[in-house]
């Protein structure tokens, strides 16, 4: 019996910091429903997905931000998503800013902002939640750039980890789950913890400028797409897995985001594509079964992985030199051997 899901990419246009959440959830609503017309069974939405990509707004008082925030999940706002999913037996995910009331590493019951994103069965029940690991931007406001991004003064770094769930989708009766959102998906090494755990569809929604804002250097504009379908690309390959990749598009408070969200199966290759920068949706039909060709030959983790050679990874953060040779430079310096 083929392990066949339909997905979709529900690419969303612009949403202006005067939009509200009833905007975006309306939006949504009518993009699950052309969804159902296509027998699409899991639909992915952005990050963020409820408001303007609000990082880029600067809050002096982070209280003054909870506005952007859910406070619970489903929300009254974002209540008939729910309810249309049920109806229509629809499983979704979507991404959104989370408020928490939680204990931290050190026991105190405290608020915590995480930048969240949900798997959603056709039940309306909640199967997966991921907060975001690799957070961009900066904390405090920075006079140099144009436009702020100010993800790490808003969100803490996601404490779950990259978690995967085998859980029933669409007609399916087990599916390996995972997430990431935006900034995840350029770093292997989300992709390879999801890998690990046997992922089979990888779904990620992405708000990203088409111009680089650091400010730091001279970037082409159309190495900004490139750069985010050759990680989607790669990642789905080198962990034989499908991947969704939704984004947020169009020009939004008067900066512009680039759309192109794809869909990507085990071999690395573009299913489909979004063409505009609005509301649209990509669909295509995976079949799972196709991730077991890399996984069982290239990428047959247990036989070929050698752990013990990249230490590095989990042991250091930043780059660090390497020694400079000269005659007397041993040859069989072993690159584990830390700095
Ligand atoms: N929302 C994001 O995480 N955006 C980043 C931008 C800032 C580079 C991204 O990786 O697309």
């Keep these: 019996m083929p392990r066949i899901i339909t997905v979709a990419a529900a690419q969303l246009g612009?949403?202006?910091k005067a939009d509200t959440r009833q905007v975006a959830v309306e939006r949504m609503m009518r993009l699950m429903e052309r969804a159902q017309t296509r027998g699409v069974e899991l639909v992915v939405f952005p990050e963020l997905a409820l408001t303007t990509f609000f990082p880029r707004h600067y809050h002096e008082d982070i209280g003054e931000a909870d506005g952007w925030f859910e406070h619970a999940m489903p929300s009254n706002e974002t209540a008939p998503l729910f309810a249309l999913a049920r109806k229509l037996g629809i499983a979704f995910h979507l991404g959104y800013a989370e408020l928490a009331e939680e204990t931290d590493e050190t026991g105190s019951l405290r608020k915590r902002r995480f930048n969240t994103s949900i798997l959603v069965n056709g039940r309306g029940e909640i199967v997966l939640k991921y907060r975001k690991v690799h957070l961009p931007g900066h904390a405090e406001f920075d006079p140099k750039r144009k436009v702020q991004h100010l993800e790490k003064r808003y969100f803490e770094v996601g404490n779950l980890g990259f978690p995967v769930i085998r859980a029933p989708i669409g007609g399916l009766s087990g599916i390996n789950m995972g997430m990431m959102i935006c900034n995840d998906r350029r770093w292997p090494e989300a992709w390879r913890v999801l890998g690990l755990q046997g992922v089979e569809?990888?779904?990620?929604?992405?708000n990203t400028p088409s111009l680089n804002m650091d400010a730091a250097g001279f970037e082409a504009h159309h190495l900004r797409v490139f750069h985010s379908h050759l990680s989607i690309q790669a990642g789905a390959y080198q962990n034989a897995t499908f991947a969704v990749a939704t984004a947020k598009a169009g020009t939004e408070d008067g900066c512009e985001l680039f759309g192109h969200s794809i869909i990507v199966n085990p071999q690395g290759e573009i299913m489909a594509q979004a063409t505009s920068w609005d509301d649209e949706l990509i669909t295509a039909d995976c079949d799972l079964d196709m991730c077991t060709l890399g996984r069982t030959t290239i990428f047959?983790?247990?036989?070929?992985?050698?752990?013990?050679?990249?230490?590095?990874?989990?042991?250091?953060?930043?780059?660090?030199?390497?020694?400079?040779?000269?005659?007397?430079?041993p040859t069989h310096r072993r690159s584990t051997d830390l700095a």
């Design 14 to 16: 612009p949403l202006q």
């Design 201 to 206: 569809l990888v779904t990620l929604g992405y």
């Design 300 to 329: 047959a983790f247990d036989k070929h992985r050698r752990p013990e050679t990249y230490t590095r990874i989990t042991e250091q953060i930043g780059a660090v030199e390497p020694p400079v040779w000269s005659r007397d430079t």
